[in-house]
């Protein structure tokens, strides 16, 4: 089943990409706890670090943001 929820999906790759979420949050310029906030979807990056974000998770903007779910 794929993830449905923006958090979900950033969770989701961030370990298929073999990240933590200590490494994942030093690779995009934040902290730990904004990344373990983002997965939890209490909150999610804002204007460029959304493209920061889905670069460095190998996907779109658009998949990873977006409400569409990969088929």
Same mark, same amino acid.
């Given at each position: !089943? !794929?993830?449905?929820? *923006?958090?979900?999906?950033? /969770? +989701?790759? /961030?370990? %298929?990409?073999?990240?933590? =979420? @200590?490494?994942? +949050?030093? +690779?995009?310029?934040?902290? =730990?706890?904004? @990344?373990? =906030?983002? %997965? =939890? &979807?209490?909150?999610? *990056?804002?204007? *460029?670090?959304?493209?920061?974000?889905? %670069?460095?998770?190998?996907?779109?903007? &658009?998949?990873?943001?977006? %409400?569409? @779910? +990969?088929?």
């Amino acid at each position: !089943m !794929m993830p449905t929820t *923006p958090g979900a999906r950033i /969770r +989701a790759l /961030r370990k %298929e990409r073999g990240f933590t =979420q @200590v490494t994942f +949050a030093a +690779a995009v310029s934040v902290t =730990q706890p904004a @990344v373990s =906030q983002w %997965e =939890q &979807d209490n909150y999610l *990056p804002a204007g *460029p670090l959304r493209l920061v974000v889905a %670069e460095s998770l190998g996907t779109s903007v &658009d998949y990873l943001f977006g %409400e569409q @779910v +990969a088929s």
